[in-house]
C-alpha cells in the first residue's frame, strides 16, 4: 500500500469558500488541495445550490426519458451541429467488449447562434436543441446556471490551492464547452456486478456531480475500486484531464465507472471546462521540462476525446468527414491508468 492510495472518498466543506475572510477560504484550499492531489475524488457540503434546484432538474429528466423512443431521437445528438442533445443507449464505446446500458440527454454553454465563436464554425459550441416539454428548459438550465456558477467559486479554491491569487481563473470560461448531461439507467432485473459505464477519467477541468443512487466506483493505485455512493446534500467531485494536465500530475484525474445496478438511477454530472481555445499547460510551478504533458487547447481535446468515443462521430472519421485534432492523445491515458496498468 502507497502513501497516495486511498480506501475511501472524503468530504469537504466548502462554506468557507463563500466567506470574506480570506484565512477560511485559504482552510478550504487546503483541503480541495490534499483530495485533489491524494485522490482526485471528493464530496462537497456546504455549497449553495437550492434544493429545489435539484429537485426540479430530476422533473425535468424524468419528463424527458419517459417519452417513447421516437420522440427521444428528435433531439438525437448525431443530428445536432454542437454535439449535443439525446444520446441513445449503445452511442458510446468506452469498453469495447460492450456498450453502455444508459441513456442521456447533454445540455452545453448557451452559446447563440450569432455569436462569432460560432458562426467560425467551432465545435461543441452553438445553442441547446431543446425537447418541447412544458418547464424542461426552464427547469434545466437553472440547475445549469447555479451549478456552474458553484464551479467558478470552487475554481477559485483550486487557485489558492495552488498557490495563485484565487481570481486567477475568472476569466478563462467565457463561453465553454461545458456540458450538462442527464443520465438515466433504466432498471434492469438482470445486472450484474460489472461495470455500467466503461472506466475512463473525465475530458475537463473538474466535474461536478450529482447522483441520486449507488454505484459509481473510483480506481485506487492498487487498481482496486472503491464505492462513492451518494450523501445526500452533497455533490461529487472529481479532478479531470486539464487540472492534471496543469498540475503536470500533481493533481490527478481519477479514473472512475459506473458497475450495473439493478436500480433505476438518475445521475447528473456538469463538465467544467475552460473556453474552447484556452491553451492548457503545465503551471510554472509545476513545469518539469518534460514532454509528458504537452501543451494543447482544451477544446480540441475534448472534442477529440469525444470522436473517439461517439459511435456517430467514429463514423464521421472512417468516411473522412472529420479528422482528429493534431497531436490527439488516446482516450484514457491520464490519471491512475498509467499507474495501475488496469484496462478500462
Request: glycine share 8%; charged share 25%.
Amino acid at each position: 500500500m502507497t502513501e497516495e492510495t486511498f480506501t475511501s472518498i472524503p468530504v469537504i466543506d466548502i462554506a468557507g469558500l463563500y466567506a470574506d475572510d480570506k484565512a477560511e477560504r485559504q482552510k478550504v484550499a487546503a483541503a480541495l488541495q490534499h483530495a485533489a492531489s491524494k485522490i482526485g475524488f471528493f464530496y462537497i457540503s456546504g455549497h449553495r445550490v437550492a434544493p429545489e434546484l435539484i429537485g426540479n432538474v430530476r422533473e425535468a429528466a424524468k419528463d424527458f426519458f419517459a417519452q417513447p423512443f421516437e420522440r427521444k431521437m428528435e433531439r438525437y445528438i448525431g443530428a445536432s451541429a454542437s454535439h449535443k442533445g439525446f444520446v441513445p443507449e449503445g452511442e458510446e464505446i468506452y469498453n469495447k467488449s460492450r456498450p453502455d446500458h444508459k441513456e442521456a440527454f447533454d445540455i452545453g454553454f448557451e452559446v447563440p447562434a450569432d455569436h462569432p465563436l460560432v458562426q467560425s464554425g467551432t465545435p461543441l459550441l452553438g445553442p441547446n436543441d431543446w425537447p418541447e416539454i412544458p418547464g424542461f428548459r426552464e427547469k434545466a438550465s437553472a440547475y445549469y446556471a447555479a451549478v456552474f456558477d458553484l464551479g467558478r467559486v470552487l475554481f477559485r479554491g483550486f487557485a489558492l490551492a495552488l498557490g495563485l491569487d484565487e481570481n486567477a481563473f475568472d476569466d478563462v470560461a467565457q463561453f465553454p464547452p461545458s456540458k450538462l448531461r442527464m443520465i438515466h439507467y433504466p432498471y434492469d432485473g438482470e445486472a450484474q456486478d460489472a461495470p455500467g459505464i466503461g472506466a475512463h477519467t473525465d475530458y475537463e477541468c473538474f466535474t461536478i456531480l450529482l447522483a441520486d443512487k449507488p454505484g459509481l466506483e473510483v480506481l485506487n493505485d492498487n487498481g482496486e475500486w472503491i464505492d462513492a455512493p451518494p450523501i445526500p446534500g452533497t455533490f461529487v467531485v472529481n479532478i479531470g484531464d486539464m487540472l492534471e494536465m496543469m498540475t503536470a500530475g500533481a493533481f490527478v484525474a481519477t479514473a472512475h465507472r459506473v458497475r450495473s445496478v439493478k436500480e433505476e438511477r438518475y445521475s447528473f454530472p456538469l463538465f467544467y471546462a475552460c473556453d474552447y481555445h484556452h491553451e492548457i499547460r503545465p503551471l510554472p510551478a509545476f513545469e518539469k521540462g518534460d514532454t509528458e504533458y504537452e501543451a494543447v487547447k482544451i477544446g480540441d481535446h475534448m472534442w477529440a476525446q469525444a470522436m473517439q468515443t461517439y459511435s456517430y462521430l467514429i463514423a464521421k472519421r472512417e468516411r473522412g468527414e472529420i479528422a482528429l485534432p493534431e497531436d490527439t492523445r488516446r482516450t484514457n491515458t491520464f490519471g491512475h491508468f498509467s499507474k495501475t496498468g488496469v484496462t478500462p
